[in-house]
């Protein structure tokens, strides 16, 4: 078995348990739910930089890479540095990650926040919204078409923007459908952890320009993101390289000082 069909598999129990637990009827009651969102796709097709920069403690494929910060103080840090969105890891076996997380990123700054899970049920974009997100990731490798476009339709009804992440042609093909807002080519191939730029180049043409592109995972570096712009894209899914320092406000704010040189 894959690591990921193993965190699907893990997914799909640990949802089943809180569906059990906390009823859709108290997520709808949460003060959040009826909060305004704030779209990240249109931040992105106004910003200079396109830098999502994201929330990641540790990962499969690197295991520990910061435990020791607040997500308070890494939320307020990207804000200071001007990035245009927030994408928060809420899953908590794999990635060290929760709700809480994304609670404590919404109460403590106004930018687009992305719940970056593994969705594959409707119940978890319910509590997505309840716990402030403003934007969702559907991974296609995980799911059907008709999956995509449930969870993309019910996720614009509650006024989230999507994010369909792919990485190859076919995931592309079996996905493009007019409920989504943003197309996410994912540079890491989550079967076998290889991470090749070269993805999101290669992929690129075949995005309909109706969605706005982003390019995740494995960007480093100014040269990348200045390659990939002229690829089309216009988000920069960016965690490792911020996360890995002492103080990734920081890090994000000298990457977006010299884009903007
Ligand atoms: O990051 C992993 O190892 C990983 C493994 C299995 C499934 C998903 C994984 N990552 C999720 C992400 O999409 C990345 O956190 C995100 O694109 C940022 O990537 P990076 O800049 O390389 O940290």
């Not at 109706?210 to 494995?218: L, Q």
């Amino acid at each position: 078995m894959s690591i990921l069909d193993q965190i699907v598999a893990d997914k799909r129990q640990e949802v089943a348990l809180k569906k059990a637990l906390i009823p859709v009827s108290q997520l709808e009651q949460s003060v959040l739910f009826e909060r305004n969102t704030i779209s990240l796709s249109k931040r992105l097709k106004n910003s200079h930089s396109g830098i999502i920069a994201e929330h990641k403690r540790r990962s499969p494929s690197k295991s520990v890479i910061n435990n020791s910060l607040s997500v308070q103080a890494v939320a307020k840090g990207y804000e200071n540095a001007g990035v245009c969105g927030i994408s928060v890891l809420t899953d908590g076996r794999y990635f060290g990650g929760s709700l809480d997380d994304l609670i404590l990123a919404r109460a403590n700054c106004n930018l687009p926040l992305l719940r970056k899970e593994f969705i594959i049920d409707a119940y978890q974009i319910l509590e997505a919204k309840a716990y402030g997100a403003d934007a969702i990731l559907l991974i296609a490798a995980i799911l059907t078409r008709d999956e995509i476009k449930q969870f993309s339709k019910l996720s614009k009804q509650l006024n989230l923007d999507v994010l369909l992440e792919v990485h190859n042609e076919e995931e592309l093909n079996k996905s493009i459908m007019p409920s989504l807002d943003m197309l996410g080519v994912n540079n890491r191939n989550l079967k076998t952890f290889e991470v090749n730029l070269e993805t999101s180049k290669n992929l690129s043409a075949q995005i309909p320009n109706d969605f706005v592109k982003v390019s995740e995972s494995g960007i480093s570096s100014i040269k990348a993101i200045q390659t990939l712009k002229s690829y089309d894209f216009k988000g920069f899914l960016i965690g490792e390289n911020f996360m890995k320092t002492d103080n990734p406000g920081n890090s994000a704010a000298q990457f977006i000082k010299q884009l903007e040189q």
